[in-house]
């Protein structure tokens, strides 16, 4: 049995990729760059094993905070530093900016224990708001962890958010009790009754099983 999860082990892998810087206009006080993050992954740790987000450097700086909450005793690996001056237009920036984010997502993904953190999985492999992330994780959503990610991009958790605030208005408005909520709607739905937390039991599990080799504001 060990042998096997030697094997599995060495080959397991986990792809990483910190490209295609953007920028967004606001106005001249509000203008950002985001990057597109790649994951590309065999391991059993991750619901899905290719997908394509987009964050900003301090959405890094956020999830750099998280993790080394999570994990006191491990030495997180640093960010590279904020500049102010930092331009879309300058190659060189732009180029050891994208590096450093690589090189720091990939010392993360390849410490086991910080896999265990589903705000890691929601910043990689979602498309939710920082704030979004914290409340999945919490189980303070009407969708969970699992949902978040496998139907990301897909407008869902949008119609799950908007049927909510829909209940929620007709509830209260109703005498008659017999409104349907959603969480009674759905019960059937394994997705559902899963129970998300900050530090995610699945994927705890997965990491007993098996280990990994080895602003702009």
Known sequence: MDSILDNLAKTEFISICVQNPRLHKGDFWHTHIDY?????????????????????????????????QNALIIELPRLP?????FSLKNTEQVNQRMKGLQEFLEIVLHTPLLLSDSRLHLFLQSDLSITKIERCAHGKTRYTVAEAIQRSSSGYISRIEDKASFDSDYESSSSSGLGLS?????????????????????????????SSPHTER
């Open 36 to 68: 597109e993050i790649c994951v590309h992954t065999n391991s059993m740790c991750f619901r899905k094993k290719t997908s394509f987000v987009r964050r900003r450097y301090s959405e890094f700086v956020w999830l750099r905070n998280c993790l080394e």
């Open 81 to 85: 530093p904020w500049n102010p001056f």
């Open 182 to 210: 959603l969480d009674s709607s759905v019960q059937g739905d394994p997705l559902l009754i899963l129970q998300s937390s900050v530090r995610d039991p699945e994927l705890c599990s997965c990491l007993s099983e098996s």
